[in-house]
């Protein structure tokens, strides 16, 4: 089959359905809601809401089929060089297998020093944890200061919010900002003697995250002595050399087979450990393990990562979508959107294949999100009645960690899914304003306004309570969610080129500054901008 040959159902079924009314689908196919539900890991899955008919759904798994979801799946567990354009494996699974596992990175065994490196964060934490590892003056450490930008933020952030509540041994709070107000908020009132300084970059060499650790170092330098300072700064990093030049005390390592956005899982949620303890960590990977033991095991048409990968497609590029809006039900998950904005749009907002021609099919569309019900009252006017369709996507907690009921968070969750598919009509408008006793010049006059098209997708997620093991799965469900996406398109999700331009640009810029003047060849605007911002 060609390239093009493995999308001609799909794009049938596309053309054949597209205005298909979701709701009239339930009727159609009685079995459709086990169909499209789905459960993995302590996530339960509900598509049935998605815009696919019967054989729309068939015609999306005869895609993943064809285009070898299970063969790279292979390929990815096996640890080949996924990865094309950098010669690496990307093997995020083995940092969250068992103790038995025994994975290999283009060959190399990994698993042991997974295992090692797991061990020592351990011991780290506990020792952090109970007060036998101290800073220069000897008291004990009372809060980190995660350092970091990125995957080397993203991942430990929503970790951090969501497992607060699980009574941390220390404080924790993140800088990932150049903009010094960012470190000086996470410095308020923090004393040197106490505070230790994670600094997470995987290649120590990001701009963002090395201004914000000169600035750690010398708010420490300022506060303590000479002998032991290096105890309040540790480097997280796949490039140790580099974080023991720039001052780090310790270092933990990953390997470059784990992406940044992919290493949540890896040594990058050291402080998450130490302030929430190994044990939790623990819970977080078997969660994640979970889920990529369901995604290895289950057939595509029960495949929780599979099922959704296939309905963004369906709605992205069969549908001419190209926009999702995530919503958690949930405080705790309150910045998941922007750690899918970096894990999908990171990896799969690509415009080539994997050997280079340019592709012809829709790849990521924008993803965005508030957490419910903050998003209802903002941009949601727009999901319910604009002229574009935006499918949601809903993350329920049934009962929020700290023990209080999530009804009131989950029942606007499935009014909003119901809203969407079922709209309201102009005849139950006029209804409405009728029984209110509305004049009936002004009944003409709102009913339009008042009408809701209807007929717009949602997937909702559920989870009983956001403990370690559900939010490990959520992440790992996604992750592998993308995955899967970019096999389809047959797209590298695993380099991230287009984020390298403006970095070398930005050096250039800031040359320019030092210099005191634009370069010459500097493009009108770009050279007006910097003049006026020199002053
Ligand atoms: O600029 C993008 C990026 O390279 C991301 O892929 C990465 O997660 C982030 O920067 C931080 O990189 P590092 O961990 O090397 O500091």
């Given at each position: 089959?060609?390239?093009?040959?493995?999308?001609?159902?799909?794009?049938?079924?596309?053309?054949?359905?597209?205005?298909?009314?979701?709701?009239?689908?339930?009727?159609?196919?009685?079995?459709?809601?086990?169909?499209?539900?789905?459960?993995?890991?302590?996530?339960?899955?509900?598509?049935?809401?998605?815009?696919?008919?019967?054989?729309?759904?068939?015609?999306?798994?005869?895609?993943?089929?064809?285009?070898?979801?299970?063969?790279?799946?292979?390929?990815?567990?096996?640890?080949?060089?996924?990865?094309?354009?950098?010669?690496?494996?990307?093997?995020?699974?083995?940092?969250?297998?068992?103790?038995?596992?025994?994975?290999?990175?283009?060959?190399?065994?990994?698993?042991?020093?997974?295992?090692?490196?797991?061990?020592?964060?351990?011991?780290?934490?506990?020792?952090?944890?109970?007060?036998?590892?101290t800073g220069a003056t000897g008291r004990a450490f009372q809060t980190l200061v995660h350092i970091g930008i990125?995957?080397?933020?993203?991942?430990?952030?929503?970790?951090?919010?969501?497992?607060?509540?699980?009574?941390?041994?220390?404080?924790?709070?993140?800088?990932?900002?150049?903009?010094?107000?960012?470190?000086?908020?996470?410095?308020?009132?923090?004393?040197?003697?106490?505070?230790?300084?994670?600094?997470?970059?995987?290649?120590?060499?990001?701009?963002?995250?090395?201004?914000?650790?000169?600035?750690?170092?010398?708010?420490?330098?300022?506060?303590?002595?000479?002998?032991?300072?290096?105890?309040?700064?540790?480097?997280?990093?796949?490039?140790?050399?580099?974080?023991?030049?720039?001052?780090?005390?310790?270092?933990?390592?990953?390997?470059?087979?784990?992406?940044?956005?992919?290493?949540?899982?890896?040594?990058?949620?050291?402080?998450?450990?130490?302030?929430?303890?190994?044990?939790?960590?623990?819970?977080?990977?078997?969660?994640?393990?979970?889920?990529?033991?369901?995604?290895?095991?289950?057939?595509?048409?029960?495949?929780?990562?599979?099922?959704?990968?296939?309905?963004?497609?369906?709605?992205?590029?069969?549908?001419?979508?190209?926009?999702?809006?995530?919503?958690?039900?949930?405080?705790?998950?309150?910045?998941?959107?922007?750690?899918?904005?970096?894990?999908?749009?990171?990896?799969?907002?690509?415009?080539?294949?994997?050997?280079?021609?340019?592709?012809?099919?829709?790849?990521?569309?924008?993803?965005?999100?508030?957490?419910?019900?903050?998003?209802?009252?903002?941009?949601?006017?727009?999901?319910?009645?604009?002229?574009?369709?935006?499918?949601?996507?809903?993350?329920?907690?049934?009962?929020?960690?700290?023990?209080?009921?999530?009804?009131?968070?989950?029942?606007?969750?499935?009014?909003?899914?119901?809203?969407?598919?079922?709209?309201?009509?102009?005849?139950?408008?006029?209804?409405?304003?009728?029984?209110?006793?509305?004049?009936?010049?002004?009944?003409?006059?709102?009913?339009?306004?008042?009408?809701?098209?209807?007929?717009?997708p949602s997937t909702t997620i559920v989870m009983e309570h956001l403990t370690p093991q559900t939010l490990g799965?959520?992440?790992?469900?996604y992750e592998h969610k993308t995955f899967v996406e970019g096999v389809i398109w047959d797209i590298n999700s695993?380099?991230?080129?287009?984020?390298?331009?403006?970095?070398?640009?930005?050096?250039?810029?800031?040359?320019?500054?030092?210099?005191?003047?634009?370069?010459?060849?500097?493009?009108?605007?770009?050279?007006?901008?910097?003049?006026?911002?020199?002053?």
């Amino acid at each position: 089959m060609t390239d093009a040959d493995i999308w001609t159902g799909f794009d049938a079924a596309a053309a054949r359905d597209a205005d298909a009314r979701i709701v009239d689908q339930f009727a159609a196919d009685p079995d459709r809601l086990a169909r499209m539900s789905v459960e993995a890991a302590g996530l339960y899955l509900d598509l049935s809401k998605q815009s696919w008919t019967r054989d729309a759904f068939d015609a999306c798994l005869d895609l993943a089929r064809a285009a070898g979801v299970e063969a790279g799946r292979a390929r990815l567990f096996g640890g080949e060089a996924v990865n094309n354009t950098e010669g690496r494996a990307v093997l995020h699974p083995a940092l969250r297998a068992g103790n038995d596992a025994d994975f290999h990175a283009l060959g190399e065994a990994v698993s042991g020093e997974v295992q090692e490196v797991r061990q020592a964060m351990a011991t780290f934490a506990e020792a952090v944890r109970a007060g036998r590892e101290t800073g220069a003056t000897g008291r004990a450490f009372q809060t980190l200061v995660h350092i970091g930008i990125g995957g080397s933020d993203l991942g430990p952030r929503v970790v951090w919010d969501a497992l607060k509540p699980l009574n941390p041994a220390l404080d924790l709070r993140f800088v990932a900002n150049i903009d010094p107000r960012d470190m000086a908020e996470a410095l308020t009132d923090l004393d040197p003697e106490t505070t230790l300084v994670v600094v997470v970059s995987k290649t120590f060499t990001t701009q963002e995250t090395l201004a914000n650790a000169e600035v750690a170092k010398a708010w420490l330098a300022a506060g303590l002595p000479e002998t032991g300072r290096d105890k309040h700064f540790i480097g997280v990093t796949a490039a140790p050399d580099r974080a023991a030049a720039f001052g780090c005390g310790r270092t933990f390592g990953f390997r470059d087979w784990v992406g940044g956005r992919y290493s949540l899982w890896s040594a990058v949620s050291l402080s998450c450990v130490i302030a929430l303890g190994p044990d939790v960590f623990d819970g977080l990977l078997a969660g994640a393990r979970a889920m990529d033991d369901h995604f290895v095991e289950a057939p595509l048409e029960q495949n929780a990562p599979v099922l959704m990968a296939l309905a963004q497609i369906w709605n992205v590029d069969g549908l001419n979508r190209p926009a999702r809006t995530v919503a958690p039900y949930a405080h705790g998950l309150r910045r998941l959107a922007a750690f899918l904005q970096q894990l999908e749009m990171e990896s799969n907002g690509k415009r080539v294949h994997r050997d280079g021609r340019p592709v012809t099919r829709q790849t990521c569309p924008v993803v965005f999100g508030e957490p419910g019900t903050n998003g209802q009252h903002a941009f949601f006017q727009q999901i319910h009645q604009g002229p574009q369709v935006v499918p949601a996507e809903f993350v329920i907690v049934a009962e929020t960690l700290d023990g209080a009921a999530g009804a009131p968070l989950w029942s606007n969750a499935l009014a909003q899914g119901q809203a969407l598919m079922l709209g309201k009509t102009t005849d139950q408008a006029r209804a409405e304003l009728e029984a209110a006793g509305t004049a009936a010049e002004d009944i003409d006059q709102l009913a339009a306004h008042k009408t809701f098209p209807g007929n717009r997708p949602s997937t909702t997620i559920v989870m009983e309570h956001l403990t370690p093991q559900t939010l490990g799965a959520l992440l790992a469900l996604y992750e592998h969610k993308t995955f899967v996406e970019g096999v389809i398109w047959d797209i590298n999700s695993f380099d991230q080129w287009g984020v390298e331009l403006g970095k070398v640009l930005a050096k250039a810029i800031l040359a320019d500054v030092s210099a005191g003047a634009p370069s010459s060849g500097l493009d009108p605007s770009t050279a007006n901008l910097l003049t006026r911002l020199m002053g």
